[in-house]
């Protein structure tokens, strides 16, 4: 597959987060993008990122795309003062971007590839989540 524009969307939504606190996207130099504010209402974030194909294989790349090692691929979701806002949380969920596969290759070379997963925004505590936090991507058919 040669070098594309973004034929990736990643369509991650964040599930019940905290009223009243800000959630953005954030870019490869930490700055807040998409903010908005939770009314405790799942918030949907659609991600723009492209699959190509390195001299290791095929890997996500894209603004929000951030690297750790040689293969670990992932984006942030930026919640309080990491979103911009001015407030006692400073927080960001690490969400691991999956390993492709041959279906992914193949939807991405197409009409383009549409990635779906969710994740708990408030925690146990009723906090914001944050940390690394596991998200199941899906195919959206």
Known sequence: MPAAADNVTLRLSVLSPPKGVAHSLQDKDSTPVDVRMSTGKTIRFDIPIRLEQGKTGYRF???YVRTEGKTRRFIY???????G???EWSRRAKIDLPEPTPAMIKAASGAGLVLEGSYEGTDAKGEPTCATVKVD???AK
């Open 61 to 63: 790349l894209g603004d």
């Open 77 to 83: 979701v930026a919640t309080g003062r990491q979103a």
């Open 85 to 87: 806002q001015h407030t």
């Open 137 to 139: 991507w899906k195919i």
